[in-house]
């Protein structure tokens, strides 16, 4: 028996994987890639292997992952703005995430764990294996997740706190399955541009994607790779609440593309102008950025890149928290609640 494809890429020393010879027959391969080797002699006739003992070898290392465990204790801080931090176990991350207040097992397996598949009955169960054995974490009445002892700080008020509107134009929808991003921009609150670039993201851009953006290869082409902007990134970001609209599409493919350029993992409060539409303006049929833009007078100018969009976010982030803030809300915790 031998592979249909030939020797493996890794080594080319390395035998390649075995395939039944029935099918290579009906596949009509020639004799010695059936089995038979060049001098005639038929493998089989040898001896029948059991197993594929060059597997491990033709899979190659593994990919690493953070442990289950900590070694010791994080120390507990209060935290009014972003910052990045030394990436550790994932139930460091998980204190990392609930610093900014409870929340559900969907989003911490989404956003702690990088799963983002799960159901909610798996992601329940996944969060329990994970969270409910450690007494740092405590489930509220409502079955969120939380930290046993809060943040010792109170939570910034809303006039003192900086807020960068972020939006990514991206190769996909997948941050943790190889996405990257090709365009990035973050705005503070009165409309300043604070940094924007595009990225090559060293992947081929979906024709799709292309069409819906306007950028395609040879626009990145000589753009500089996520890791060349990194540190601009984390200088525009650094002491900011983090905005987007729909800021868990954004955070994801942020803080994964900064996790793998710096080893550093990002973390901080997030708030979603989505979930702020849906929470202040419940009679809006929709929520997307064209409609909550529309409902303020907003226009957008350039749709669907990472300027004209987060611009278009920033505006309509100003026109929120006066709702908010004439609906009583004076701090952050009160925004985001």
Known sequence: MQLVRGAA??????????????????RRLSRDRRGQSADGRRDAERRRARGDLDRRQRAGARRWRPALHDASAPTRRSLTGLAAVPASSLTSRAVSFLQSGPAGSLAIVRDVLGIAQA??????????TLLAPDKRFSRTADGRWA??????????LL????????????????AF?????????????DGTVAFHS??????????????????????????????????????????????????????????TEIERATG????????????????????????????????????????HRATGDAVAAAKCLARLLRLAQGNGATTLTDLVN
């Open 159 to 174: 006039e003192a706190c900086r807020w960068a509107v972020v939006d990514v134009e991206t190769t996909g929808v997948r």
């Open 147 to 156: 930290l046993a002892t809060p943040p010792p700080a109170a939570s910034p």
């Open 119 to 128: 159901n909610r009955h798996t992601a329940d169960r996944i969060a329990a």
């Open 198 to 255: 595009l990225v090559n993201p060293g992947i081929p851009i979906p024709q799709f994607i292309a069409g819906l953006t306007g950028i395609d290869a040879p626009m990145v082409r000589n753009a500089p790779p996520f890791e060349a902007i990194v540190a601009d990134v984390l200088t525009a970001l650094e002491g900011c609440v983090f905005v987007a609209h729909n800021a868990r599409f954004d955070w994801a493919f942020v803080s």
């Open 177 to 189: 399955r190889g996405d990257r991003i090709m365009e990035i921009a973050v705005v503070m609150l």
């Open 264 to 303: 550093l993992l990002l973390q901080g409060p997030r708030v979603c102008t989505v979930r702020l539409a849906r929470k202040l303006l419940p009679d809006l049929p929709r929520r997307n950025l064209d409609t909550v833009s529309y409902h303020f007078g907003i226009e957008i100018e350039g749709r």
């Open 9 to 26: 890429r890794r080594d080319p020393e390395l035998r390649p994987q075995r395939c039944h010879a029935g099918r290579a027959v009906r």
